[in-house]
Every structure is written in C-alpha cells, then in structure tokens.
C-alpha cells in the first residue's frame, strides 16, 4: 500500500520567513497530493491540492510543487504570519481522492512574531 | 450551511460496550470517509464510501465496521470497543469535481475506551 513520509515534524520560523514542509510517498500510481492545515483544536481544513499532471501550484502565499519522477511534493509558504501556525499534513491517493487516502504525520509549524 | 456533522463530540465508554458514532452532510457528496487522529501518527483512514452501498477498507480497519445506506449518512460502528480505540476521530466528504476533491472535515468525536 501507500506509505507518505513527511518531514521535519516540527518547525519553527520567524515572521516573515518561509517555510517548507516536504512529502514523499510510495505508489507510482497516487495522482492527487492534498494539503491540510489544523489549528488546534480544529478540524483539518484543505489549503491546497495538486494533481500528477502538474508540476506546480500556487495561492496567494503557499504553494505546491511535484516530482512525480523522484515521488516528493512540498509546501512552500512565503512571508509566514503568526496565523499560519497549526499543524500541516500532506496525504496522497489515487483516482483524484476518490479512493483510499494516506496522510502524512503532520508537521508542526510554530511561527515566532 | 454546508456542514459535516458528527455525534456524539465525546464519549466515554468501557470496553467491550458496542457504540455508534453518526456523521452526516448535506452536501449531497459521493465520497465520505472516516479517520483517526492519534498523536505522532496522523491521520489514518479507517473505511471509506465511494457512494451508496459501496464501501471499502483502509489502512486501519480492524475493530470498526461501516455502512452506507443513504447518501447523506456514514455511521461508523464499534462492536467491541477496546482501550487501543481510544482516539479522536474524524468524519469527511467530497465530491468530485474537475477542480478538485476538497474533503470536507466534521467537528471531530473524541472518544475514550476505559
């Protein structure tokens, strides 16, 4: 099956700075690499998602990119504000989502004003 | 209001006494799953529907059964509860469109299996 590893587990930046998280995954087949970001003590909200037949994605301060040869995708968020911290797991799945979905093990980001 | 609900938001049981934790959504959506939350692990799938009367295992699946009789409703069943199920857990949906699959998150249940 499916195996998502996510790294660092934790991660601290200054404001303003960016942030990185990265992700890599198993099956050569998984086509849809979503984004989840949860505050705490909230449930986990969709921040941005990307299909296999994108190399990257951008929204305003956060972006996605894909290397389906190598089988990573990281989130990239740029001038980072005290509200981006909470905790961000990455998942991958194949058919679009619409089958079994593996999450990675979260990455805490602390952002220090 | 779009909205994934679950029920109850806590529960405490002990072992062995079968519970039932309901999600529904009004979103009219094919897709609805269910997760755990456990610290250090993540999110791991439990089961999941890919419409009525089709549901399927995922990566953590033993001790827990689910069915899908409406489209609206996904209940997630525990017939012997044990301490190790001892979790928060999270119903979503989604439909599938050209833009995407966004999984819809309900509030969270937290239970505990003394």
């Known amino acids: 099956g499916e195996n998502v590893e996510q790294h660092p587990s934790t991660l601290s930046v200054q404001e303003g700075d960016s942030a990185v998280i990265k992700c890599t995954y198993s099956?050569?087949?998984?086509?849809?690499f979503p984004w989840y970001k949860q505050e705490l003590g909230k449930r986990p909200q969709l921040i941005i998602d990307?299909?296999?037949?994108?190399g990257e994605k951008k929204d305003q301060r956060i972006a996605v990119t894909l290397n389906k040869t190598a089988k990573h995708f990281s989130l990239h968020i740029t001038e980072t504000q005290p509200e981006d911290s909470a905790v961000y797991f990455c998942a991958a799945s194949r058919s679009g989502g619409y089958q079994k979905v593996t999450f990675g093990t979260g990455t805490k980001l602390q952002v220090i004003p | 209001e779009a909205q994934v609900t679950q029920n109850p938001r806590y529960l405490i049981t002990v072992t062995g006494k079968k519970l039932t934790v309901t999600c529904s959504q009004n979103?009219?959506?094919?897709?609805m799953s269910w997760y755990r939350q456990d610290p250090g692990l993540g999110l791991r799938q439990i089961y999941y529907?890919?419409?009525?009367?089709?549901?399927d295992k995922g990566d953590v699946p033993e001790g827990y059964k689910v069915s899908r009789k409406e489209k609206r409703n996904f209940p997630l069943i525990l017939e012997s509860p044990s301490p190790n199920q001892t979790s928060l857990y999270f119903c979503?949906?989604?439909?599938?469109?050209?833009?995407?699959?966004?999984?819809?998150f309900g509030p969270g249940t937290r239970l505990t299996v003394l």
């Open positions: 529907s890919m419409n009525v009367e089709a549901t």
């Open positions: 979103m009219n959506h094919e897709y």
């Open positions: 099956d050569s087949a998984s086509n849809y």
């Open positions: 990307i299909r296999s037949n994108v």
């Open positions: 979503a949906s989604s439909l599938r469109t050209s833009r995407g699959d966004t999984q819809y």
